[in-house]
């Protein structure tokens, strides 16, 4: 089946430092990936879409200065959450969809940031 | 902004026993999908069911659809201890293939 990697799943930083989470799509090929953002005990928030080889388009009231989204490959996008604050301190999942646009999307294990 | 709502929030039930969650939504879909996460990882995806359909199954799986209440709902039948878990649904957009999440169900399932 298809599979998305996630890399780190854990990472703790200091307030004002940049942080990147990788997403991979393993055996297959995303033109579009998602970005999600989930409070504890929480639904998941869309954050943005990211497109390959384009801008990602970021859904509203997210800061696309503070969340830099990059989709430089089929199988690649990462997240880089700048000068990250205690408030950015979340679990961050991305997701994939391996064929067309309504069929099932396929999530990564997701990444615990914790910024102190 | 999130779709939907679901309920209960919390269920709490017996091994061998039926587990039912309610999805609603609130504007058109593509289709609506039931996903499951174990705490503190990603999302597995459990069933689609597309816009033009009432009912699918999938194994212990039964989901309905009724788009003119905007309501899906997930039964899991014999349900077991390993089924504990939070699903929610998710409607599928027609605005680039976007999927929005509910709220979530959480489950518990005692031996």
């Known amino acids: 089946g298809a599979v998305v990697s996630q890399h780190p799943s854990r990472v703790i930083c200091k307030s004002g430092t940049s942080v990147k989470i990788e997403c991979r799509s393993l055996d297959f090929q995303a033109t579009t990936m998602f970005w999600y953002r989930q409070f504890p005990k929480k639904s998941l928030m869309l954050m943005a879409t990211?497109?390959?080889?384009?801008?990602?388009?970021?859904e509203q009231g997210v800061e696309k200065d503070k969340f830099l989204i990059n989709h430089a490959s089929l199988t690649l996008s990462t997240l880089t959450v700048t000068s990250a604050h205690p408030e950015d301190s979340s679990f961050y999942i991305c997701?994939?969809?391996?064929?067309?646009?309504?069929?099932?999307?396929?999530f990564g294990n997701g990444t615990r940031l914790t910024v102190t | 902004s999130q779709q939907g709502e679901e309920d209960p929030q919390a269920l709490s039930i017996q091994e061998g026993e039926n587990a039912t969650m309610n999805c609603s939504y609130k504007t058109s879909i593509n289709n609506l999908q039931w996903y499951r996460q174990n705490s503190g990882r990603g999302l597995v995806h459990l069933i689609l069911?597309?816009?033009?359909?009432r009912e699918k199954h999938s194994g212990r799986l039964r989901v309905t659809l009724d788009t003119s209440k905007k309501s899906s709902s997930l039964l899991i039948t014999a349900s077991r201890a390993a089924d504990t878990a939070s699903y929610f649904c998710a409607t599928g957009q027609n605005q680039g293939g976007k999927l929005i999440f509910g709220q979530g169900t959480e489950l518990s399932v005692k031996p």
């Open positions: 997701s994939a969809r391996a064929t067309g646009a309504n069929s099932p999307l396929h």
């Open positions: 990211s497109n390959e080889g384009s801008k990602a388009t970021y």
């Open positions: 069911i597309r816009s033009n359909e």
